[in-house]
C-alpha cells in the first residue's frame, strides 16, 4: 500500500508491507545514504517479514544531513502510532547504514524527552556506519551508549565503514540488550565474493525475524 506522509511542506514516500492476518508489531524501515526504500535489500526484508506476519512500513528521506533523516523518521513514527488503518502496540525501527544512524538517533532523543512511552520496542541496524573508511579514531557511537532498548546489529565481518573489534568494544559498553550478527566476509554492501545476493539477503531476513520473534515475546510476558 502506497502512502504519502505529509513531512513539513512537503511529503515523504512510503510503502506498507502488509501481512495477510492483523500484525500487533510493526517495523519501520528506511535506507542508506544512497538509493531510496526500493534499495533490493529493504525490499527483500519488508517482503519476508510480511510473508511472516509482521508489518513493515518503509519509506524515502533523501539528504546526507543525519539530523534531518531522524526528524523525517520521526515523522513517520508519528504517522504510524496515530494510524486507524494499522493500530499497533508498538514498533521496530530499521536502516540500512546512514538510516540506522538516523533510527538510533530518533531513539536516543525520544528516551530524553518526556514522550517516551513504550512504543518503540527496538533497534535493527543493518551496515551500522560506525566510522568512516579508515577514519576508526572516530566513532559514531554516541547515540547507541544512551539507548535502553534492544538492539540487533547486523554487520559484515569485512565492513570497511564498521570494524569488527570496534562494534565489539563499542557493544560491550552498552546498557541496551544487544546482538551481533556477523555475516562472514561481507562489505558495507553486504556483498560476499562466492555468495549470490539472495543468498546473502536470506540470512539477514531469518536473523532479522527470528531477533524480532525473541523480542516480540519478551514484551508479552
Known sequence: VKVKIPFGNKYLDAIFSVPEKKSAYGVILTHGAGGDMNFPHLL?????????????????????????????????????????????????????????????SLIRQLSQGDDDDDFIQGLICLSYPLHRPKLQSKLRDEDLLFIRCPVLFVSGSADEMCEKQLLEGVASKMKAPKKIHWIDKANHGMAVKGRT??????????????WLRENIELVHK
Open 197 to 210: 545476493t539472495d543468498d546473502v539477503m536470506e540470512e539477514i531476513n531469518a536473523e532479522v525475524f527470528s
Open 44 to 104: 527483500s526484508l519488508a517482503d519476508y517479514l510480511a510473508a511472516h506476519g509482521v508489518l513493515c512500513l518503509r519509506f524515502t528521506c533523501k539528504g546526507l544531513n543525519v539530523a534531518y533523516r531522524t526528524k523525517a523518521f520521526k515523522t513517520v513514527v508519528e504517522y504510524l502510532k496515530l494510524s486507524d488503518d494499522y493500530k499497533l502496540s508498538g514498533v521496530f525501527l530499521a536502516g540500512r547504514s546512514m538510516g540506522s544512524r538516523a533510527a538510533a
